[in-house]
């Protein structure tokens, strides 16, 4: 591959056009159904059997799911205990589709501001949605804070507007743009393995240790994305800044 950037390229697999809306499934559509299909099926063998003494698969489930409780208690508190399910799932999605990325003819969908930007303004939907249902009618101080002067409204409004609009902008681009960059990285070593010949292997170790680096960074990515949507969710919710 000449060029680095052509591993993003999404690939009509089966075109689809609906009275002028383009809707055909691509690559990055089949990933986040193996995506998914993974996840349901990872955890359906996991959890096929719940014995009192957990087997493997099941501790590792019980254990991804006591670690995203912890962290929901930690940025939520008790208000979070509803929410474990959503944020388990986000959490799951977003790991598996940067481990995804990293085998070999694959495609990282989380790479895309499109697929990641879509499901950033999902979750920022859903905060206003709780938000609302929690506070009600109080969930309008988002936008003014109280115990300021109204003379300060034309100012403070927007300003409070811009930054909840910031939100899942922030998200995706830091989770896009980590992601793109390794694969880049990866993908411009192993054009040196085949260029450099017999001393390929030099670039070869280095693309090994980046292959590790990038699965630390998937998780990683993983964990400040879920961590901050927790933390939005909890300032939604709470009205806390």
């Not at 409070?160 to 694969?183: C, D, Q, W, Y």
Request: charged residues 10%; negative net charge.
């Amino acid at each position: 591959m000449e060029n680095p950037l052509e591993q993003f390229s999404i690939k009509k697999l089966v075109p689809l056009d609906f009275n002028g809306l383009d809707i055909s499934f691509t690559n990055s559509s089949l990933c986040m159904l193996i995506t998914i299909l993974f996840i349901f099926l990872t955890l359906g063998l996991c959890l096929r059997k719940r014995d009192i003494v957990p087997t493997t698969g099941q501790a590792f489930s019980e254990s991804i799911y006591d670690f995203i409780r912890s962290l929901i208690g930690e940025t939520m508190g008790n208000d979070g205990a509803k929410y474990v399910s959503l944020i388990f799932t986000l959490f799951l999605f977003i790991a598996c589709g940067n481990i995804l990325g990293l085998f070999p003819y694959s495609f990282t969908f989380t790479s895309h501001i499109a697929a990641v930007g879509t499901l950033s303004v999902f979750f920022l939907i859903l905060n206003i949605v709780f938000g609302v249902k929690r506070r009600g009618a109080g969930y309008l101080r988002t936008f003014f804070p109280e115990g300021l002067p109204w003379l300060m409204a034309p100012l403070i409004i927007p300003v409070e507007t811009l930054s909840l609009l910031a939100k899942p902008f922030s998200l995706t681009i830091r989770l896009a743009v980590n992601m793109s960059v390794g694969h880049i990285m990866l993908e411009v070593l192993g054009s040196f393995i085949i260029a450099m010949q017999i001393f390929g292997f030099i670039p070869l170790i280095a693309d090994m240790c980046i292959i590790m680096f990038e699965l630390f960074v998937a998780l990683l990515q993983a964990y400040i994305y879920t961590t901050l949507s927790c933390v939005y969710l909890s300032q939604a919710i709470s009205g806390e800044e």
